[in-house]
């Protein structure tokens, strides 16, 4: 308590006690105070994939269609669709009353223009427009899109929440080149962003929008999907970089809410009354990646060699410790443990028993000829600080001569985009992490790619994967969906483009007056005050 604080605290409390209780039944609602993970410095949600920006666009923006916490479809600010016979054309409807920030209402022309600018950044929207053959405005509020051949998931394609967002916003704004970020911030949230309030690397302001239009309040809200109704006035980011002043911060009341609490604080916030720990639905799964263009990784053989030898808990544990093991998984494919695309298929080649000696045998045989491996160690980026430390260690057992070399972050991400031959500033083993719903299905999962020198780096070259991935794409219903998903895990077993370390569930803390806090990713309109 500072000196202020302190000559005006018994002057309060005398004023308090000579007030009337409707006075405090009536007291005016309170802005919820959240520091983020990290700063925001990109405000576009279709221009970069970011977390921080994808939480942004959450508050400010909204889509056609939302997901349900089963992730399944659902209308958003569509009232509706109709679809043809032959599922080649989707008329999507909007709800009345739809308006933008600027107090212009929301129509089809914008909708169009924001399909087309997502779908020439985004993945899945990308597959999506790859198969239109026209969208055009039916009336002000109707969309029809027109395909060339049926894609059964053209809803979950628009209510995508995460890579990139489907989001709608002004035609104006949305006719800009999809290459340079949209700065200004007009969307169709129930949230509003205040630009003459932001401050960036300290501040982030948003203000409830009153023309905001939810679905109807018989609905119940399930994550992005259902009636959106903003509880708060608004809601204030304080950016704060170092965990320990944030927690203070929550612990002294100043802030409300920390997206991101480190593995040391959990004990001590685990035992404070006022304090609710909230674990994310939707893990980040760290991974262990080679390039596959130059030896010896270019070499399947040696890949599955070492995915033998690979124990999840081992990297689990120096990533997170031991003493919370409900904030970790140890039994991690491809797809987020636990969610509709999740399969045992293939999980023997990471849960069998392992024996370092064949694998150093099968590696040999394999003819690894004692090259340096060199494996990047981002430093100051502790979890995957941790899995490098790790994989250098149990490489080295398996007859490795590895080269770890040490880097900050960036660097590491610099790096691994070179395709350059290791001794010429390559690299042959990277760490990184797969976040959110991108770990959900085939559409954003960019470590399943198998499309060479065009896909995601370490540039696996897999037909098999490319295929299964299309199929997925047009898959009738979801048991199909689910059996291509369990063929695509075993593939990845099989050809190795990367390893999956584990999971690791983000916490966040929130204070407990506070309540409605959705555990997916911070959708600040569900939550109220208690």
């Known amino acids: 308590m500072n000196r202020r604080t302190f000559i005006l605290s018994p002057l309060v409390a005398a004023v308090a006690q000579s ?37 942004h666009g959450q508050l400010v923006f909204d889509t056609l269609y939302g997901l349900d916490a089963q992730y399944q479809p659902h209308p958003q600010m569509a009232e509706g669709h109709a679809v043809s016979d032959d599922k080649l054309t989707w008329t999507i409807k909007l709800r009345e009353g739809l308006k933008f920030h600027d107090g212009s209402a929301v129509g089809a022309k914008d909708v169009i223009a924001s399909i087309k600018r997502w779908g020439s950044r985004d993945l899945m929207g990308g597959s999506l427009i790859g198969v239109t053959k026209s969208m055009d405005a039916v009336d002000e509020r109707t969309v029809r899109i027109t395909l060339t051949e ?30 340079a970020a949209i700065k200004e911030m007009i969307g169709s949230g129930p949230f509003r962003f205040v630009a003459d309030k932001w401050l960036s690397g300290s501040r982030v302001v948003y203000e409830r929008f009153a023309d905001y ?16 109704i903003a509880h708060v006035p608004g809601v204030q980011w304080n950016v704060i970089s170092d965990s320990a002043t944030a927690i203070a911060a929550l612990q002294a009341g100043e802030v409300d809410g920390v997206e991101r609490v480190n593995n040391d604080f959990i004990g001590m916030l685990k035992e404070m009354p006022d304090i609710t720990l909230v674990k994310s639905a939707l893990p980040t799964v760290n991974i262990l990646r080679f390039n596959h263009l130059h030896a010896p990784f270019d070499n399947v053989e040696i890949r599955r060699a070492v995915l033998s030898a690979i124990n999840q808990t081992d990297f689990m544990t120096a990533a997170n410790g031991s003493t919370f093991p409900e904030y970790w998984s140890d039994r991690c494919g491809v797809f987020v443990p636990g969610s509709p695309m999740d399969s045992a298929a293939g999980m023997e080649k ?53 080269d770890v070399q ?12 070179s ?106 309109y569900t939550l109220r005050h208690a």
């Open 419 to 524: 395709q350059a031959a290791p001794k010429e500033g390559g690299w042959h083993i990277a760490f990184t992490g797969l976040t959110g719903t991108n770990n959900l299905d085939p559409a954003g999962h960019l470590a399943i790619r198998g499309n060479g020198k065009k896909a995601w780096f370490g540039w696996p070259d897999s037909p098999r994967l490319e295929a299964l991935r299309t199929a997925w794409f047009k898959a009738p219903d979801l048991d199909t969906q689910k059996k291509i998903c369990a063929q695509i895990q075993e593939q990845v077993f099989l050809e190795v483009p990367y390893i999956p370390l584990g999971a690791t569930y983000g916490v966040s803390a929130i204070r407990k007056e506070w309540k409605d806090f959705q555990p997916q990713m911070p959708l600040f």
């Open 150 to 179: 049926p894609f059964p998931l053209i809803l979950h394609a628009l209510g995508r929440q995460a890579t990139s967002m489907a989001v709608i916003m002004p035609e104006r704004l949305a006719s800009q080149p999809s290459n």
């Open 19 to 55: 007030l009337p209780l409707s006075v405090f039944a009536q007291a005016k609602p309170r802005v919820f105070r959240w520091v983020p993970q990290s700063d925001l410095t990109l405000l576009d949600p279709v221009f970069t994939t970011a977390s921080v920006t994808q939480n």
């Open 406 to 417: 040490s880097v900050d972050w960036g660097t590491a991400v610099q790096r691994r985009n």
């Open 213 to 228: 239009v939810p679905r109807s309040k018989d609905e119940k809200p399930s994550f992005t999907a259902g009636p959106k």
């Open 350 to 402: 990471l849960t069998g028993k392992r024996d370092l000696e064949a694998a150093k045998a099968a590696i040999k045989k394999a003819g690894y000829n004692n090259e340096p491996i060199v494996l990047l160690d981002p430093v100051d980026f502790p979890a995957h600080h941790a899995s490098a430390l790790v994989a250098a260690d149990l490489l080295k057992k398996l007859g490795f001569n590895v």
